[in-house]
């Protein structure tokens, strides 16, 4: 079975400018998930959609990022205009709805921004 | 916020069993207990849960107290490979929200 694939791996950049990651959930899964793990620290969960609807986006910078998924499958996460304190790794995850909470993660975009 | 307390740290031999401890003092009813572990450079991975009895699966055994305020994964026979960052979490079924805590470093010295 094909797990959460992720893009892209690494990614740097200046301050202020934008960056985009993107996510490819395993197949049938509702639920997909954004966590932000900054170094030594554990994820925190940025934004959870159910299909293409937000279920919880309560730890969300709106006023710099955003999230979208669009067709309920596919997602991407993006940051405009970044600052240092976003360098992190973005990691995407996904599962079923309700019947099974185990969640399958992808390998992450680690960000840096300089 | 995390609802759970781990060390920070463990050692562990190889081959030797690592016994994981972790509280969970306010969990209600109706909330499981959940371990996921992290490899480094990898996402987390996730190990067992439980509700109120004691699990077991091929990864590890889930030991939780009768009072459900305190949870231990024990890894029977340590590698190595298991040497990471393990998180208990406590955990809505069907809530589908997953909050890490900082999670415990564990090493598998040889």
Known sequence: EAGVAQSPRYKIIEKRQSVAFWCNPISGHATLYWYQQILGQGPKLLIQFQNNGVVDDSQLPKDRFSAERLKGVDSTLKIQPAKLEDSAVYLCASSFWAMNTEAFFGQGTRLTVV | ?110
């Not at chain 2, 490899?39 to 091929?58: F, M």
């Not at chain 2, 990864?59 to 490979?81: G, V």
Request: aromatic fraction near 8%; hydrophobic fraction near 30%; include cysteine.
């Open chain 2, 1 to 110: 916020d995390a609802k759970t307390t781990q060390p920070p740290s463990m050692d562990c031999a190889e081959g030797r069993a690592a016994n994981l401890p972790c509280n969970h003092s306010t969990i209600s009813g109706n909330e499981y207990v959940y371990w996921y572990r992290q490899i480094h450079s990898q996402g987390p991975q996730y190990i067992i849960h439980g509700l109120k009895n004691n699990e077991t699966n091929e990864m590890a055994s889930l030991i939780i107290t009768e009072d459900r305020k305190s949870s231990t994964l024990i890894l029977p026979h340590a590698t190595l490979r298991d040497t990471a960052v393990y998180y208990c979490i406590v955990n809505i079924q069907g809530a589908q929200k997953l909050v890490f805590g900082q999670g415990t470093r564990l090493t598998i010295n040889p």
